[in-house]
């Protein structure tokens, strides 16, 4: 798809990018509770990583030209994608690394999840991604109002996933039993695994509500237009970035493996 396009056609390619993950996310629940296929899993993971990557957070910006004035904005722009984008392969490590704990202390198990549930919550952030899109391409063209509508809808929608896994899900997990006791202290590597995992994400999501808040705020001012919003595209792409990594958390916790009797 082409990167020089007019609104509609730029709205659009997020729709199909997002119809795609969609049917993804669909494919790879029941593919989970059908079949049990953990190459699958991780096949579909890494595609949807794919279309996040290219698509909603714009990797291939970090090709652009600029006009070499070290004072211009497009200059500075550039350098600061390079900056960024080096700070999430830095963060990428350490979910990696959660990543590597997972599979060395459950292997092919997984915590007792609801699997609909963490379909749900998988859902909302994905929708939410679609949103932060919508709302940074309408910015790229210079419709502040609706990257302000899209912004505060995608922080409705981040604000509930954050939610729906720390009020809820923790809560159903520690009724599972998942935080360690001294009468059953087998669960603790299990209940780890979920609490690290999660846990570092909710952080991650929280900081990013953060970040949303302040362009959102920012552009109520007018501090941004179609030439200079790159806070603007910065937060998307934190935003997807957050979005990438509960890609492959969620197959990790809800999808992959036998869930673990405790």
């Not at 929708?127 to 063209?141: D, H, K, P, Q, V």
């Not at 520690?174 to 360690?180: D, N, T």
């Not at 999660?198 to 705020?217: E, K, R």
Request: charge should be neutral.
């Amino acid at each position: 798809m082409s990167h020089t396009q007019d609104k509609s056609s730029a709205l659009g390619q997020g729709v199909v990018v997002f119809v795609y993950l969609a049917i993804l996310s669909v494919l790879e629940y029941f593919v989970a509770v059908a079949f049990d296929a953990t190459s699958i899993l991780i096949v579909v993971a890494v595609v949807k990583a794919a279309l996040v990557m290219y698509y909603f957070m714009h990797i291939y910006k970090l090709n652009e030209e600029s006009d070499g004035d070290e004072h211009s904005y497009a200059y500075k722009t550039g350098t600061n994608r390079i900056g960024l984008w080096l700070f999430l392969l830095s963060d990428g490590f350490v979910f990696a690394g959660l990543l590597v704990m997972r599979s060395n202390l459950l292997g092919l198990t997984r915590p007792p999840l609801n699997q609909l549930l963490g379909l749900g919550v998988t859902s909302v952030l994905l929708i939410s991604s679609f949103f932060m899109n919508r709302g940074e391409t309408a910015l790229a063209y210079g419709d502040v109002k609706a990257f302000m509508r899209n912004t505060m809808i995608t922080f409705i929608l981040g604000l509930g996933f954050l939610l729906g896994v720390v009020l809820v899900e923790w809560r159903l997990a520690a009724h599972e039993g998942l935080i360690a006791s001294f009468g059953n202290p087998a669960v603790g590597p299990v209940g780890a695994v979920f609490y690290m995992m999660t846990g570092m994400h909710a952080f991650h999501v929280l900081t990013g509500l953060i970040f949303l808040a302040v362009v959102w705020n920012n552009a109520r001012k007018g501090l941004y237009t179609a030439e200079k919003h790159y806070p603007a595209e910065a937060a998307a792409v934190y935003w997807h970035f957050v979005d990438l990594v509960w890609i492959f958390f969620y197959p990790a916790l809800y999808l992959i493996g036998k869930a673990i009797a405790i």
